[in-house]
Structure formats: C-alpha cells, structure tokens
C-alpha cells in the first residue's frame, strides 16, 4: 500500500553476547484480496469458507517519527523501512506515516512540545533516562510495555533496560547500542611518523606533530553540543572514574569536583593549543566527518556506529583499510579503571500511552518484528550498530568490517563502562552542559567557570 512519508554498550560479550541496534525501505502492498487464489481447494473455495466478496479492511494510520535521516543514516532506515513493510502486511488495513526528523529537534523540542500537548506520535524515537523516558513515564505519556515483551517472550533477551524502567515497568526499548573512541587515519600517521597513542601524554604529542606539519589533529563540529560532549563525557569517566557519571546524577559527585574540572580542562587544553578544526562551532556533525574523510583531519572522535563509513558504496569508502579505531588513550592523573569506556543503549523506541485497539496491535507487532536477533545482526553488519539485545557468537563471527571488529575488541578489552550523562541527569542540567561546553570551546569560560556554572543549575533543580 501507499504509505505517507512526513518531513524530515558495554558490548557486554556476556560469555556468548554482545550489544547494540537497528534502523530500513521498500513498499509492498499489505492488502490482499479475500477471495481465492486460483489454486485453492474445493474445500477453501466453497461458499461455507470463503470472505464475504463485499468484505472491506477498515485502514487506519499509526504515526511513527523516526531520527534515520540523512546519508550517515540510511542503513538504518532502510531496516526501519523493511519492518514497516513487514508490520503493514501482517496488520490489515494499517498505514504508517512516518515523520523523520533530525534527533536533538525530536528530543529537545519537537517531541517536548507534543507531550506537553498530549498529542505524541504513536511510535516515537525515545531517550532513555530521568531527562526523557523517566520524566514522561512518571507523566502517565508512555505505554507500559513489561506485558507485550513478556507475552513475546523478550522480556530478558536485552542487554539492559534500566533507563527505560521506572517503578519496575518498562517504557522503551533500545533499538542498538555503541561505544564512543577514537578513529584515525593510519595513512597519514605513518607518513608524519606518528604512532597510535596510548597515554594522554602521547595523544597531545601526536596531535603537536601534526598540527606542525599542517594537518589538523582532531576533526571537530561543535554546532550541536552533543558533538564534543561526547569526549568530554569519556574524559569525566577516566579523570573521575567510571561511577563518576552516575553520581552526577544523584548528586553524591558535584560538577565542581576537582577531578570533573579537570576533565573540562583537558578539553580546554585542546581548544586552547589548537589541535581542534579551527571555527568548530559554526561546523555541524557532518561536516566534522567530512574533514576526516577528506584527510584535512588526521582523528575523530566518535561513536561506532560510524564504522559504517568505511564500507562498500558509502561515503569513506576509499579510506577502507586505511583507517583504526582505538580507545581514549589513559590518563596518568586520571582516576579508577583507564580502560573504562562510554557504552551507550539509551535510544529506542517508545510508544503513546493513548492507542486504540487497532494501534495497540501495530506496536505489538512493530515490536515483535523490530526487536529479533536477525535485525540486530542486520544492525551490526549493514550499519556497524553493536546489538542492544544478546546474540549468539555466531551471528558476531559474520562481520567483516574492520572498524567494527576493532570496536568490538575494544569493548572486549575494557573492565568496564559508564553511561553518557544525558542519559542520566535532569534535562535542565544538561541544557546547562550543552551550553556551558559551547562557552568552553568559544573561550568565554574556563574549566572551573564551567564546573561552577553547571552546579548551580544542579543545585536548582530537584531530584527526580
């Protein structure tokens, strides 16, 4: 059928399991004839057992925004494409319409507006944590879904659900999961005589070494916050330690700690010595690829899920081979475990706690087509997402791409993991980072302002 388009971890290999996710294309029709095929039966084709010919499918539309959009994103969207073909056919009469929009606009004030309004989308991209999933769940917004997992029998198949659970009910489902490093071009290492660093030490002289010969150390687009925050939130985690981050949330850590104000002054430390791109802030998350793509920029650091890149017909194809994925090199003055990393499962899928029958039975069967081990593999293998669910060894044993074998000995090779703070603190101290972060890289706070800043916000703003 015709279907209406809107506008735009700790892989934890658990003995035999691993993690992260999914995103897909195609129309085929999901309406069949009710009368015979020409090769029925008697029996099927007789008057006693056939249709009413007048018989119509009532069709009805479930709204469903999705964040798969851009070129970065199509495998993902050509997954989410084939399960909605799949849920339209099995679902009589259904019609998704699906509006695609750019994830901080969904997160931060599109579907804020909608839930203050009471009128969200039906299916809907969903952040786990306090900020979003938590704050709506309390809000009576989401469905609970703990009975629709259970009666598919998935309820213990994810790798964790706990920023999708509140009150011991679960309101989300993530659809993969990552972990964030660093990437860089092995070309022009070799070629500058730079070794892979594997203490902070070593990173800085690397990145002196390259900006001396022309050649910027660190591709970065800082126009969305989210972008360097995601160094930033690794570099808490090994200055602070691994449970840092959680007790930013609860309060037991404060943002004015010395050990959090020195992972904003090792960031300060870049900004200032210029191994950053130079006008990061007007540079937006593609671009910031786009300058290690075309060799401008010698690392990048990023989430796995863009070991995609580098594969047949994508945009870095002709870096294939040509580029390595390591973790954040230890810091000698950092705190705890130094091979700690940021694992990520917090974004999925929630659902409007206001459907009908008819809706009701799209998610049930969105959800039971979306979350198998077969697209979370497809996730792994097409589009570099670590699987949210576990996985046999197997099925992990099928890929090919060599950044995402290196990410997943990356993982293989940590002591442990530590979540990303959006993920975790109240909403309104995040804003507070995300803005305090912009000043950072523009030079109009320090590290101790920005700790500072961000506390008073945290002060302010109650428990949840």
Known sequence: MNRKVGTTIALLLATSTVLAACGGNNNNGANESASPSPSASPAASSPASEAPASEKVEKFEVSLRHIQVGEAQKFRKAILDDIVDKVEAEIPGLEFELDGLQDSFNRFTKLPAEMAAGKPPKIFDLFGGPGDAIKYAKAGKLLDLTPIITELGIQDKFQGLSTFTYEGKVYGLPIGGSVEGLFYNKEIFAANGVNPPKTWDEFLAAAETLKSKGITPIASGSQAPWVPLMLVNTLIGRTAGPDAILGLADGTKKWTDADVVLAFSKYEELVKKGYLTKGELGLNYDQQRDEFLSGKAAMLFDGSWRSSLFSAGALGESLIGKVDFIALPSLADGKGDQ??????????????????????????????????????????????????????????????????????????????????????????????????????????????????????????????
Do not use: C, W
């Not at 039971?368 to 046999?392: A, F, H, N």
């Not at 060599?402 to 990303?420: C, D, Y």
């Open 339 to 464: 091979t700690g990393l940021n694992t990520n499962f917090a974004n999925g899928y929630g659902f409007s706690s206001d459907l009908n029958d008819n809706e009701l039975k799209a998610v049930k069967s969105f959800i039971k087509e979306m979350y198998t081990e077969e697209i979370q593999v497809r996730g792994l293998l097409e589009d570099g997402v670590l699987p949210s669910m576990k996985v046999s060894p197997d099925s992990v044993n099928k890929v090919e791409n060599e950044l995402t074998k290196a990410a997943l000995n990356v993982l293989a090779s940590s002591a442990s993991s530590f979540p990303h703070f959006d993920a975790v603190v109240p909403g309104e101290v995040y804003k507070e980072v995300e803005n305090q972060i912009q000043k950072l890289a523009a030079g109009k706070v320090d590290a101790a302002g920005m700790g500072a800043a961000i506390q008073k916000v945290a002060d302010a703003t109650p428990a949840q």
